[in-house]
């Protein structure tokens, strides 16, 4: 049996998402099969702010996104909850196409640490300076891990 995806096309994720350079897709359950309309939308290379928090992107959508070439522009990325492990971020560590990439969420995936220090020696992602990683910690690139307890 083939799984219908929940969007059809591009423009039934973007609807209502899309604020002026922001794009908020977050909690729609996007598989990778249906982010792949997204890396193929010229509206993407608008797109400074990519909220994908809580979908279902895994490893696989994550090595499509690192390989997108319209997302040039992204400076902010929310990848919490979305099944991302230390393979994904090795892939998204080697991405030429996020030459502005600056902030990254990783909180609620089950990270263990290569992929961490994949993003910290990341010879493409020179931007990079904040990634969180789960609640309370912060790294900045060049200073080192802070732990600020959220409450």
Same mark, same amino acid.
């Given at each position: 049996?083939?799984?219908?995806? @929940?969007?059809?096309?591009?423009?039934?994720?973007?609807?209502?998402?899309?604020?002026?350079?922001?794009?908020?897709?977050?909690?729609? =359950?996007?598989?990778?099969?249906?982010?792949?309309? +997204?890396?193929?939308?010229?509206?993407? @290379?608008?797109?400074?702010?990519?909220?994908?928090?809580?979908?279902?992107?895994?490893?696989? =959508?994550?090595?499509?996104?690192?390989?997108?070439?319209?997302?040039?522009?992204?400076?902010?990325?929310?990848?919490?909850?979305?099944?991302?492990?230390?393979?994904?971020?090795?892939?998204?560590?080697?991405?030429?196409? +996020?030459?502005?990439?600056? *902030?990254? !969420?990783? @909180? !609620?995936?089950?990270?263990?640490?290569?992929?961490?220090?994949?993003?910290?020696?990341?010879?493409? +992602?020179?931007?990079?300076?904040?990634?969180?990683?789960?609640?309370?910690?912060?790294? @900045?690139?060049?200073?080192?891990? *802070?732990?600020?307890?959220?409450?």
């Amino acid at each position: 049996m083939v799984q219908r995806t @929940k969007f059809e096309d591009v423009e039934s994720i973007f609807e209502g998402r899309l604020r002026g350079n922001q794009a908020m897709l977050t909690s729609l =359950g996007l598989t990778p099969e249906e982010a792949r309309l +997204l890396w193929q939308a010229p509206r993407m @290379k608008e797109v400074s702010w990519l909220d994908l928090d809580d979908n279902l992107l895994g490893d696989e =959508g994550v090595a499509e996104l690192a390989q997108c070439e319209l997302l040039d522009n992204v400076q902010y990325l929310n990848l919490n909850k979305n099944g991302v492990t230390d393979a994904g971020l090795q892939k998204l560590a080697q991405s030429k196409c +996020l030459p502005k990439l600056k *902030r990254l !969420h990783l @909180k !609620h995936n089950s990270i263990e640490g290569p992929g961490v220090i994949a993003l910290f020696e990341s010879q493409t +992602l020179d931007g990079l300076t904040t990634f969180q990683i789960n609640e309370g910690w912060t790294c @900045k690139k060049r200073e080192g891990w *802070r732990y600020h307890p959220q409450l």
